[in-house]
């Protein structure tokens, strides 16, 4: 089976463009805070700390933005966490929990009482992050309330938009862009690493009642999701996870240019989330193929060894000529 260019980058570079529509562009810009500078330190540090328990990786390569811009990347990931942890760690949750922390996390004055809102309501102000892509967000999160399969790679790629692309799309407000030809390229890479993401996981999504490989792909490799409840990690099983992460890997190589787009001192940070990310793909080969039994990583050591190389890239990294085509 080989990989085909497909129309999903069409569709979803499209969605991109419309979150963009009726929102004004314009630089980030400090307001004064300082009524509620204590509010708002206790707000990021709570999203500091919620980052650095739950994703090793975003901190490390968050570290490197500068103050304002770290924080504000922290809080976009609180946002995120919690809306996703709506869906994975809260006993029946519904469209009506999702709708009200929606409400919260939109609302230019959150209750002071929750910290992620907080500092969220602040850096959505600061750096003018456009609404349409928190309500993206959140509405690609509620999918894991009613849909635990996927076809084809096309729903799955549109999935991973909603739950990754957006974050990327808001994270370009915070880190500064040079205009709408890095849209395509933001849209690829949050669908790389949350391909990443579900190779990666995929024992504990199995766990979790979801399956987010393409189901018409599991069958052309004579694989079935009895396969997968096994824990198989045969030729046929190897076979199929090294198109996926062919495939994944192509679609990192075609994003990872526009990071060139970006403000010169926020391309490090993103390059090393992508370029670590793109590591767990080596880990799982390294591995033979076994996602079933272990958690695919790099260790401390390992990021740490590869960051030279990634900071030298990011150095060297030049703007495309052209924006990238479905």
């Known amino acids: 089976m080989s990989y085909q260019n497909p129309s999903w980058e069409r569709t979803l570079i499209m969605r991109a463009h ?9 630089a980030p810009v400090e307001r004064r805070r300082d009524g509620d500078s204590g509010l708002l330190s206790w707000a990021y540090r709570a999203c500091d700390q919620l980052t650095r328990y739950h994703s090793r990786t975003f901190y490390m390569a968050s570290a490197f933005l500068p103050k304002s811009k770290r924080e504000a990347v922290r809080a976009l990931y609180g946002f995120c966490r919690v809306t996703d942890n709506l869906v994975d760690e ?22 002071s009482d929750d910290p992620i809102a907080v500092a969220w309501a602040d850096t959505r102000d ?20 009613e849909v635990t399969r996927y076809d084809d790679f096309d729903a799955l790629a549109a999935y991973c938009y909603g739950v990754a692309s957006t974050v990327g799309l808001m994270a370009m407000h915070i880190i500064g862009f040079s205009g709408p030809e890095a849209i395509p390229y933001a849209v690829k890479l949050g669908v ?3 391909l990443t993401n579900i190779l990666r996981d995929v024992a504990e999504d199995w766990r979790m009642g979801r399956l987010y490989l393409p189901l018409n792909e599991l069958r052309i490799f004579g694989l079935d ?44 940070a993103i390059m090393a989330a992508a370029e670590l990310y793109r590591g767990i ?12 039994t272990r958690r695919a990583h790099l260790t401390g050591r390992e990021k740490l060894a590869r960051l030279p190389g990634i900071w030298w890239r990011s150095r060297r990294l030049r703007a495309p000529n052209a924006e990238p085509t479905g």
């Open 192 to 194: 790389a690493l949350q």
């Open 18 to 26: 419309e979150g963009l529509q009726g929102h004004k562009e314009s």
């Open 281 to 292: 793909l080596d880990d799982i080969e390294d591995h033979e193929g076994d996602v079933h």
């Open 90 to 111: 809260k006993d029946g949750a519904t469209r009506l929990d999702l709708a009200r922390w929606r409400e919260m996390a939109l609302s230019d004055s959150p209750a």
């Open 225 to 268: 999701e009895d396969d997968v409840a096994a824990g198989r990690a045969d030729a046929r099983w190897q076979t199929f996870l090294g198109f996926q992460i062919e495939r994944n890997r192509r679609i990192y190589r075609e994003a990872i240019p526009g990071i060139a787009m970006l403000h010169a001192d926020g391309r490090f």
């Open 126 to 145: 600061r750096f003018r992050i456009p609404a349409a892509y928190a309500v993206q967000l959140i509405e690609g999160v509620s999918q894991d309330l």
